[in-house]
């Protein structure tokens, strides 16, 4: 059980970074699109994320709170891209929402215990 735990944390980290990753270069090239690697991204981060919340065997279960908090957040990160993928350009507040509800939810796995 905890192979698959580590798999699913991993799985969850490559989709964290092709999502921070894909944004941050479309930010910086000044041309703001969804591109395939942040819709994969938030689509990986939201399967392994409920994944990753299954409860345990072992009683180190994680704060139902913060569980949901993420939830939210990545429920919110993924209907941002995924409705905003097909157009040609999409609004600077827009995307830059997208990057900070994306390093929120990051924070919230790292320093909420």
Known sequence: MEALRLI?????????????????VQYVS???RIN???????AIMLATGIGLSAPLR???EPDPAKLVTK???AIL?????????????VNR??????????????AVAVFWR
């Open 93 to 106: 507040g827009h995307f830059g929402a997208i990057i900070a509800l994306t390093l929120v939810n990051a």
């Open 58 to 60: 072992d009683g180190d």
């Open 71 to 73: 939830l939210v957040l």
């Open 8 to 24: 699913l944390r991993y799985v969850h980290l490559i989709g964290f970074a092709l999502l921070l990753g894909g944004a941050i």
């Open 77 to 89: 990160i993924f209907v941002m891209v995924f409705f905003s993928r097909k157009r040609d350009v």
């Open 36 to 42: 395939p690697g942040m819709l994969w991204g938030a």
């Open 30 to 32: 000044g041309r703001l």
